[in-house]
């Protein structure tokens, strides 16, 4: 199965100061969508997995969440483009779940759901914890310079070593799909 795992806010889509809280507010990153939609035609599922605290919190619902993922599939779907699925942590950091990355629990349930290992699968993201999930899961960790990426390469050291850089989610598609990635 070929397979690629993306984290959302700073990905996928602008992220701010605070919480994106309704598909008003999700306003993708220039050539994100684009990028999917060719990973889809190039023949990958494509899934999505983030950390909504904004929940716990008490800033929006499950179905506000819905809905911003819904805006996300239709704008998908004018592209040709698709997302599998989109697994999410629903917890405030304080609740210390196993689902709240950087722990790997929100990339063992896709493998679990999908029935396949992550060895060697792309997991792209902005952020260390996006990075420490897919090394504990088994995934190539990818960092994008959009959203946190570039804050996140300020410690290198933090990162995992077999990080792979890229500077947004349109080259990392593009090295995906060539066979560098």
Same mark, same amino acid.
């Given at each position: 199965?070929?397979?690629?795992?993306?984290?959302?806010?700073?990905?996928?889509?602008q992220e701010g100061?605070?919480?994106?809280?309704?598909?008003?507010?999700?306003?993708?990153? &220039?050539?994100?969508?684009?990028?999917?939609? +060719?990973?889809? !035609?190039?023949?990958? /599922?494509?899934?999505?997995?983030?950390? /909504?605290?904004?929940?716990?919190?008490?800033?929006?619902t499950v179905e506000?969440?819905?809905?911003?993922?819904?805006?996300?599939?239709?704008?998908?779907?004018?592209?040709?483009?698709?997302?599998?699925?989109?697994?999410? @942590? &629903?917890?405030? &950091?304080?609740?210390?779940?196993? @689902?709240?990355?950087?722990?790997?629990?929100?990339?063992? !349930?896709?493998?679990?759901?999908?029935?396949?290992?992550?060895?060697?699968?792309?997991?792209?993201?902005?952020? /260390?914890?996006?990075?420490?999930?897919?090394?504990?899961?088994?995934?190539? &960790?990818?960092?994008? +310079?959009?959203?946190?990426? !570039? /804050?996140?390469?300020?410690?290198?050291?933090?990162?995992?070593?077999?990080?792979?850089?890229?500077?947004?989610?349109?080259?990392?598609?593009d090295a995906i799909?060539?066979? +560098?990635?």
């Amino acid at each position: 199965m070929r397979l690629v795992i993306l984290d959302r806010d700073g990905v996928i889509n602008q992220e701010g100061d605070a919480y994106i809280c309704s598909p008003l507010e999700w306003t993708p990153l &220039p050539g994100s969508l684009e990028a999917i939609a +060719r990973l889809s !035609q190039g023949g990958y /599922q494509v899934v999505v997995a983030t950390n /909504q605290s904004g929940i716990a919190r008490g800033l929006f619902t499950v179905e506000d969440l819905h809905a911003m993922h819904k805006k996300m599939d239709r704008l998908l779907a004018q592209l040709g483009g698709r997302v599998e699925g989109v697994f999410f @942590c &629903p917890h405030a &950091p304080r609740d210390h779940c196993r @689902c709240r990355k950087p722990r790997p629990g929100l990339l063992e !349930q896709i493998a679990h759901r999908l029935g396949t290992s992550l060895a060697g699968v792309p997991a792209i993201g902005d952020a /260390q914890r996006d990075l420490l999930a897919a090394e504990a899961a088994g995934a190539r &960790p990818v960092l994008v +310079r959009t959203g946190k990426g !570039q /804050q996140t390469l300020c410690s290198p050291d933090d990162l995992p070593a077999s990080t792979v850089v890229c500077d947004d989610l349109a080259a990392a598609a593009d090295a995906i799909l060539t066979g +560098r990635l």
